[in-house]
Every structure is written in structure tokens, then in C-alpha cells.
């Protein structure tokens, strides 16, 4: 068994997908051949969050196909994460049409068939890993969630549960899914839509247009046993608001001036990658300067609101331009020319009061 250490602390069930980007109705060019996909971007963000000390415990899969690019190969190679590159000469590589219009409206397609990742997909290594993130319908989430533990029963039964971040895919944010996703979250530690994909669940129910009353159907508050998840709602350049139980926390977004955000591809995935990484603790900075900035004695408070600022941090660099931002100095893991630490410290003392002032209201979990 490996050593702490050298464990896989995250790995997602994400798509690499080669992206081409059209901006509708307006005269600005579109992009071609860019690095991207929903497990590229988790992985993106939980390397950022996990530090160059801790690359290696990012672990994700990427299926190339026969028109695979090299110098996207030579471009994730430089992140130094536990990257397993998959060859199939006898398919295209995933590609997918993205269309952005005015008032944040998004379009997206298929162009070539995709090749989905289930728990059949890891190595015993990737299976045995601290924390997962998942973009899927509900019944995909519960599958994967039962076939990991499954998977790690057979190989190390001592294991402990690991962290599950489910990220509902926005078609299955429906009415019709909503119960589907009731007993999805029975079964994760985080699920995250972001806020159009949230209302979108209570379409014409009773509890639609109240964000209270949504929390608590979506958590079973008012069941005799609730769920003992997150819920994380992104709201873009709002932010995220994050709720247990009856309690809620927002976060204001990394970038306060829209001029900084080229283009939101990936933000999301980015943001729960570093979150469900952070989760397990292996990350840089970790816990010791949270906890001198706003005192957090709670160590389950403590853990939820370090996975939120990285997340937070983290979905900051990929909006910064189209594709992935760029690893500048691998020594002083220094990205778009500012290191990650150097960043998250400063968000942190930017933020830090409007965080200790909430926190007056967030009282520890009753065992």
C-alpha cells in the first residue's frame, strides 16, 4: 500500500474534450483546437489547489484518438500530475461545438462520440484515491459512487470513504430529475449546480422562486434525517453560496472586474476540482494559514471554508483567457505570471472580514 504521501488525493470521472468556441452574435473570432473538457478543467483546478508539491496525487484519464494534438500531450505533461494517456488509433479524440450569446447564454454539442469514464475505467491506484469529482446525470452519480466503493472493498477493505463532488450535468436539471436527485445526494458529500441549474430543478413546483425553501427540499431539511451534504451553488461572478443545513456562506468571486474574465469555459469544473481536492487536506497553502486569519476552531468549518477559497482561487485563473491558463515558473508554480499562493493569500486578506463576519453565525456541526 502506498505511503500518504504518494496516494492519489483526487481523481475525476470527467471527459478530456477538444473544444472549438463560437461567440454568437458578435463579431469577435472563433476558437479552434482548445484544451478543454470537464475533466480537464477538474484537474486543472485540483493541480493549482494541490501545489507543485502534491502534483503528483492528481490523477485523470485522457483518451487521444487518432487526430489527438502533441503538443497538448507536451502542454498536461508540464503540470506533472498523474496524467494516464489512453491511445485509440481506430476513433477521433471527443470534440465539442461551445457557443456563448449575450446574457450568459451557452450552447454546447458533440461533434465526434464521447468516451464516458466509470469506476471500470481506474486502475486500482485511481480507484483507491481520496476524492472524486463527477459531472453526470443522477443515475450515473449513484452508479459510480456504488461501483468505486465497490472496487475498493475488493482491493483494500480498510479503506476509508473517500470524498464525492457531484456536479449535475445542467440537461439533467430538470423537474422531471428532481426526485432522481434527491436520492443522488444521499449518496455524495458535495453536490454543486451552479445557480440557473439550481432554479431550473424547482421549475413550477411550490417551492420555486424561494432559495430557502429550495435548500430545503434539495437537503431534506425537513425529513426526519437530512442529508449530511454540501451543497455549493456557483453563481458566477457573484460568487458561490454554500449551504449544510440551515446554515449558508457566501464567498464574493476571485475576480471583482469583469476586464479579467475573457472567457468562462471551464470555470465551474475548475472551481470543483480544487474543492473536492482540497477536501481531503492535500493542498497548498493548507489549513495553518486559514485558521491565524479568521481563527476557524470548528475542523470540519475549517475544511469545508480552505476547499472554498481554493476553489474559488482556482476557477480565478481558468476564466482568465480561452483554454488553460499558463504554468509561467514550474518552480515557484507560478500561473498567468502570479504564483498560486501568492493569490490565494491575497484573496484571503481581501475577503477576510466579510468571512469572519459570517462565521459569527456558523456554529460547529452537532456531533
Not at 324 to 334: C, G, H, K
Not at 342 to 364: C, G, N, T
Amino acid at each position: 500500500m502506498a505511503t500518504m504521501q504518494e496516494r492519489i488525493a483526487f481523481c475525476t470521472f470527467g471527459m478530456f474534450i477538444i473544444d472549438q468556441i463560437e461567440y454568437l452574435n458578435t463579431s469577435r473570432a472563433p476558437a479552434q483546437k482548445i484544451l478543454g473538457g470537464a475533466g480537464t478543467y477538474a484537474a486543472l483546478g485540483a493541480r493549482l489547489a494541490a501545489g507543485r508539491a502534491n502534483s503528483h496525487a492528481v490523477s485523470w484519464i485522457v483518451d487521444m484518438g487518432s487526430d489527438f494534438p502533441p503538443e497538448f500531450r507536451a502542454l498536461i505533461e508540464t503540470w506533472q500530475t498523474s496524467c494516464t494517456f489512453r491511445l485509440d488509433l481506430g476513433r477521433l479524440s471527443t470534440t465539442a461545438w461551445n457557443g456563448y450569446g449575450p446574457n450568459e447564454f451557452r450552447a454546447f454539442k458533440y461533434l465526434t462520440p464521447k468516451l464516458r469514464l466509470d469506476q471500470d475505467s481506474l486502475s486500482d491506484e485511481q480507484s483507491l484515491a481520496e476524492s472524486f469529482h463527477m459531472v453526470c446525470s443522477p443515475e450515473r452519480c449513484m452508479s459510480i459512487v456504488k461501483g468505486v466503493l465497490a472496487r475498493r472493498l475488493k482491493i483494500a477493505p480498510t479503506e476509508p470513504r473517500p470524498v464525492f463532488v457531484w456536479e449535475p450535468v445542467p440537461d439533467q436539471c430538470t423537474p422531471s430529475e428532481l426526485e432522481k436527485v434527491l436520492h443522488a445526494v444521499e449518496h455524495v458529500d458535495v453536490i454543486s449546480p451552479n445557480a440557473e441549474e439550481f432554479a431550473a430543478l424547482f421549475t413550477g413546483s411550490s417551492e420555486q422562486g424561494s432559495r430557502k425553501t429550495m435548500v430545503e427540499k434539495l437537503l431534506g431539511l425537513n425529513r426526519e434525517k437530512s442529508s449530511d451534504a454540501l451543497l455549493v451553488i456557483r453563481e458566477g461572478a457573484q460568487g458561490c453560496t454554500t449551504y449544510h443545513g440551515s446554515r449558508a456562506l457566501h464567498l464574493k468571486a476571485s475576480h471583482q472586474n469583469a476586464e479579467f474574465v475573457v472567457d468562462p469555459t471551464g470555470g465551474g469544473n475548475t472551481f470543483l476540482g480544487a474543492l473536492a481536492v482540497a477536501l481531503t487536506g492535500r493542498v497548498l497553502p493548507s489549513e495553518q494559514p486559514l485558521v491565524e486569519a479568521v481563527h476557524v476552531e470548528d475542523s470540519r468549518t475549517g475544511r469545508m471554508l480552505l476547499a472554498l477559497l481554493h476553489a474559488t482561487v482556482a476557477a480565478g485563473y481558468a476564466i482568465e483567457q480561452v483554454g488553460m491558463p499558463v504554468l509561467t515558473d514550474v518552480q515557484q508554480d507560478s500561473w498567468n505570471g502570479d504564483t498560486y499562493q501568492d493569490r490565494f493569500m491575497s484573496y484571503l486578506a481581501r475577503e477576510k472580514s466579510y468571512i469572519v463576519d459570517q462565521l459569527k453565525h456558523w456554529k460547529p456541526t452537532e456531533p
